[in-house]
Structure formats: C-alpha cells, structure tokens
C-alpha cells in the first residue's frame, strides 16, 4: 500500500499544503519487502566484515604480482593489527639514552631509545640545538653509520648533518663539529658511490667526522684530551616520503646492503627519522631483525604472522607503542614472505640442520659383566 492510499492518516490523501500542492505527492512511496526475499537473505559472515585492501594505497614501484602479493596481507595483517594494538597498551618503553654532559655542560637530551635486542638506536634526527648530545652520543656509543629515513627536503627544523657539509656549534666553550670528508680527493678521476642505484633516485652516502673540543683540545666521548679523535661515519640518507609505506623489496634491497657492509665489533648504528613520525624507523628496524633471523635460519619453521608479531612486540616493549598502520604491518608480512624465497647462507643452513638432527652421543665401550673376577695382579 502507498502513501497516498493510506487510510489512517487525514494529512495524506487529498490534501493540500499552502501553495496547493498535494502533500501526498511530497511523501515517498516507502519500498516493499516480501517474506521471502528477508528469508533468502544471508547473514554477514566474518569475510563480509573482514576490511578490505582495496582502502590502501599499495607502495610506489610495484609490479603487477607484488601489487597483489602485498594486497594479498590485508586480511592476516587486520587481525595482526588488533592484537599488537592490544598489547601495545601495556608498552611503556625504556632504554632511553640519557641526556649527556661534558665539563659541567648539560646537552640537550635526544628523543632516541637504544635497542637492546640489535644495539640499533632508534631516533628523531638532531636538529643543530642537539648538536652537542648528538657529537657527544656518538663519541661514546661509537656510532658508525647513520641510515636517515626523513622526506627528501625536509622543511622541518634541519639536522646538525643536513648537505654533509661542516657544521659547528658552540656551547659553553665545548665546540661539535661535523664535516663532510671528501676521501677521493679533489683531483681524483674516482667516481663516488652511488647508492641511489639500488636504494632510490634520492639516495646518497656521504662520511661525516664528528668531534668535540674545547678551546681548541680535542676531547673524547668521556671527554678526556685526545688529540686527532675524531669518529667517521657513514650518512646513509634513504629519503622517504611523509606517510610513504615502503615496500617489500625495497625492504629487501637495503638490508642486503647493509649486511653487505657489516659494522665492526663494537660500531652501532642510528636509525633517523623526522620529528613526530617514527614508523619508518620501526618497519626498518624490524625488517632488518626479521632478515638476520632468516640469514640464521630462525624463521624457517615461523609464520609471517608469527614473526612479525614477535619482531613488533620485541620493539614495542623498549620503545612503548609502535603507531604502526595496517599497511606497514602488509609490507612486513609480504617481506617475510619474500625471504622464504630466498634460499639460506650456508651459515644459516647448518644452524637449522644442526637443531633438527644433533649429534647422537659418542658411544663409549662397556666391559660385559661376568661372575668370574679377574686374575690378580703378578707379584702379589
């Protein structure tokens, strides 16, 4: 029955409004449902309800099949999500570097938390007001390589080592100085190194020498004399875009460069990112746990799920919670799943072979048990 037919109600029939219209013609004809289209209805089922990839802008550089492959994480990576946003609420974070000082000069403490699981530091890049608790961090954690995620051109405050050119800042008579080191020389023929090849258009690599002094002595990290101390490290700057979800191979491609040029015993290094978004610093810093653990054969027999949740908490707890998006926790999963690709390093196969089948004890030789004694010994 339509509304103009219905009986109950004298505002709707033949009624007019003001302007003489028929009001009935302004009501809607409400729409009609039979029994049996509500009983061939479905229920939603949990894939009804499950979200979707189609929301996520898939990562810049993809192919067709990694497209899909990545998109392919949405579902496991949505309940990953829920549970490590869960967890998450009771990670308060710790292994803080503390605030640094230096002949009763108190520097300016860093927003950067020292991992004990990789001894990685994961940080905001110093702007120039930090320039002496960063000179002085790296003095005396000796960190030997900077891998710097911030947006290319960033607009924000600049770092101490922004161009890779000389920088000083005084402080209370201590001096911090970075500069650029230039090792082919100016007549050198040498092309530099590029790996912009293989990380990106904006990728560079420039060394950097950081030192303290005062009044003209140079001091060390404990800042003791000694002269000619001064650290070189490598500025790795592999820019990404504010908001940018790295991909899985690009993931692949920087870890295998960075084990490509290890660190010695002792040397750390610092993860950087800009001000107020440190999600890149955490997929890279679990991508590159989640790849030591497959060169050492530690992920053959765990999940993606299994591993990135593991990688994520294993963060989480000494940084607090992780503000990591669906779409990085997609990009992880189908990084995980790419090293199964990949086949282990001898190193890693015989650590696995060794779990699965360990060496049967040696075998010792027994005397058989007899009632007969032995012959006592000549001469007694």
């Known amino acids: 029955m339509s509304c103009r037919e219905h009986p109950s109600d004298s505002r709707i029939g033949g009624s ?21 289209s509500l009983l061939r209805s479905k229920p939603a089922t949990d894939a009804d309800t499950t979200p979707t990839s189609a929301k996520f802008k898939a990562p ?27 967890e998450g609420k009771s990670w308060l974070g710790k292994h803080m570097l503390p605030p640094g000082s230096m002949h009763g000069v108190e520097f300016r403490p860093l927003a950067a938390h020292a991992l004990s699981g990789t001894g990685n530091v994961l940080m905001t890049a110093p702007n120039r ?48 100085r970075f500069r650029a080191i230039n090792l082919r020389g ?27 002094s005062k009044q003209g002595v140079v001091l060390n990290g404990a800042g003791q004399p000694a002269p000619g101390a001064e650290l070189r490290l490598t500025w790795l700057r592999v820019p990404l875009k504010s908001g940018e979800v790295p991909s899985a191979s690009r993931l692949k491609t920087l870890c295998a460069h960075l084990t490509t040029h290890r660190l010695e015993p002792g040397q750390h290094q610092a993860i950087q990112t800009a001000a107020g978004d440190r999600r890149a610093g955490v997929v890279l810093e679990a991508a590159l746990m989640l790849h030591r653990q497959h060169r050492s054969g530690e992920l053959l027999h765990a999940t993606p799920e299994q591993a990135v949740r593991d990688a994520c908490t294993r963060i ?34 015989d650590k696995v072979l060794h779990r699965r089948a360990a060496p049967p004890p040696p075998v010792v030789a027994q005397t058989p048990v007899t009632d007969d004694l032995p012959p006592p010994p000549e001469g007694l």
């Open 186 to 212: 100016p007549r050198s023929k040498k092309p530099a190194a590029q790996p912009e090849k293989h990380l990106g258009p904006h990728a560079s690599e420039t060394l950097v020498g950081v030192s303290m």
């Open 316 to 349: 989480g707890v000494e940084i607090g919670p992780l503000q990591l998006r669906q779409q990085e926790l997609m990009t992880l999963l189908a990084f995980v799943q790419d090293l199964h690709d990949v086949p282990l390093n001898r190193e890693g196969v």
């Open 16 to 36: 007019t409004d003001k302007r003489g219209g028929n009001v009935a013609e302004l009501v809607p004809t409400p729409m009609k449902f039979s029994l049996s």
């Open 129 to 176: 007001a930090e320039a002496h608790g960063w000179a002085h961090a790296c003095l005396k954690h000796n960190i030997a390589r900077v891998i710097d995620l911030r947006p290319p051109g960033t607009a924000g405050e600049p770092s101490c080592m922004d161009g890779g050119k000389s920088f000083q800042n005084y402080r209370g008579g201590l001096t911090a």
């Open 60 to 86: 810049s550089g993809l192919s067709r099949s990694e497209t899909k492959a990545w998109r392919a994480q949405a579902a496991p990576a949505g309940k990953l999500f829920e549970q490590l946003e869960t």
